[in-house]
């Protein structure tokens, strides 16, 4: 797949945007396994390889194991994810799918029984950041 176009350097603010959102969220005290699984279960459902690529090298790198990657697509049917995690993980699908339902009232009930609002809100972002990275990398055809 060919790039279509340098969107960094077309609209240089705007991606500097971008990258204070990651910057702030990276130092934000949010978990860094729980990040990381966020940014690569939304660039699954995207199907965004770029960004798979990136952030399955970066948990790779922050300690995450191969199985729990390569089982991050089927976590409900498995045991190797603590309830903190899961629980992000289903804010990610049902904020990325946000037109099938949104975040639910049942999750949201979930997210607040084992996270601060602060770290709710700071999750909430960290979806919202990663949906837009995929669709910037998918809309321009960002490569690996």
Known sequence: MKTRFNIQKLEP????????LESYLATSGLDKT??????????????????INMHTKDALKNGETNQRIFLLNAWKETNLYNEQEQVALAMT???TL?????LTD????????VFSENDIAKIIFAISTIN???RI?????TSI
């Open 13 to 20: 603010k705007a991606y500097e945007a971008m990258f204070g």
């Open 34 to 51: 729980i990040l990381e699984l966020i940014k690569i279960r939304a660039s699954q459902i995207n199907g965004c390889a770029f960004c």
């Open 93 to 95: 699908e049902e904020i």
């Open 98 to 102: 946000v037109s099938h339902k949104g």
């Open 106 to 113: 049942e999750t949201f009930e979930l997210a607040k029984s």
């Open 132 to 134: 837009a990275w995929n």
């Open 137 to 141: 990398a998918i809309s321009s055809r």
